[in-house]
């Protein structure tokens, strides 16, 4: 059985880009109150047309190829109680890749993520320690989108928030492991560090930026010509994001980024756009 090789690339780079779209720009280390529900649709792009071997040797695509994607999603969470909160996560996303000779697109919903996080301790309430635990479910048939197969995350965090030289600060530090349950995996690590200080008095605007990436594992080390998928791959990114506050319910993000360096995966640029939802308090 033969696969073209077009579909490797597109996989290989969704892969890298359905990072991207299903990270919130917003703090996601602190607490949401008993009965409140925060809802957080965004958007984002990804565009590469050069990438990463597995030496990590940066090349341009074959044939002038270049990558884009687009992908639109929907983050909920909602308290349980004080310690506990629900979240779900629902990714759609159009890939394409295209070079002098032809064009390749797919679309449609990807990996359903729902799950349960908990807030384990905080210091004066300032500092939180939480652990989450997430199952992942495919939405799709075609092979292109991503594993089709089921998996489990577990993720831990570590917030806070204080003052330094006059301004408002809070951070976040994540890291989660996950494993599809699929033959050779993949095993997967998904870390990422955060840093933001609000602009002014009135807390309405905040400024963040982050490094994070994202490594996959697996004993299968070479393309399946069955599954389309390339398990083992590497990248670190870096990004800068602007928040807008308007008031207590509502909130706006926009973020750009750039991945710094790879393994069998793209040099990817990144673009998104997401706001942040509290219908009722």
Not at 130 to 149: A, F, H, K, S
Not at 217 to 240: D, H, M, Y
Request: a positive charge.
């Amino acid at each position: 059985m033969t696969v073209p090789k077009t579909h490797f690339k597109i996989f290989l780079l969704a892969a890298s880009f359905m990072l991207l779209a299903n990270t919130s720009s917003f703090a996601g280390g602190f607490p949401v109150r008993p009965k409140r529900l925060l809802l957080s649709p965004s958007v984002s792009y990804f565009y590469a047309n050069s990438g990463w071997d597995s030496l990590r040797r940066r090349t341009p695509f074959a044939n002038n190829g270049q990558f884009s994607s687009i992908g639109f999603s929907l983050y909920a969470e909602y308290g349980i109680s004080r310690r506990l909160t629900a979240v779900a996560l629902l990714p759609y996303v159009r890939n394409t890749y295209e070079d002098i000779n032809s064009k390749t697109t797919s679309t449609g919903l990807t990996d359903l993520e729902i799950g349960l996080r908990y807030y384990v301790a905080n210091i004066n309430y300032i500092y939180y320690f939480t652990v989450q635990g997430t199952y992942i479910t495919p939405l799709y048939n075609d092979l292109t989108l991503g594993y089709r197969e089921q998996g489990a995350e577990i993720k831990l965090a570590f917030a806070g928030s204080g003052k330094v030289l006059g301004k408002n600060y809070y951070f976040t530090l994540e890291n989660g492991v996950r494993q599809y349950f699929g033959p050779d995996g993949p095993t997967q690590d998904r870390y990422t560090g955060t840093f933001g200080l609000t602009l002014d008095r009135r807390f309405h605007h905040q400024l963040s930026v982050s490094l994070g990436g994202f490594y996959s594992s697996s004993n299968f080390t070479r393309f399946s010509p069955i599954l389309a998928v390339n398990k083992n791959f590497a990248f670190n990114q870096a990004t800068l994001t602007y928040g807008y506050t308007a008031n207590k319910r509502l909130s706006f993000f926009a973020t750009g980024g750039h991945f710094i360096n790879g393994r069998n995966t793209g040099y990817g640029t990144t673009a998104s756009f997401s706001v942040l939802v509290k219908p009722f308090r």
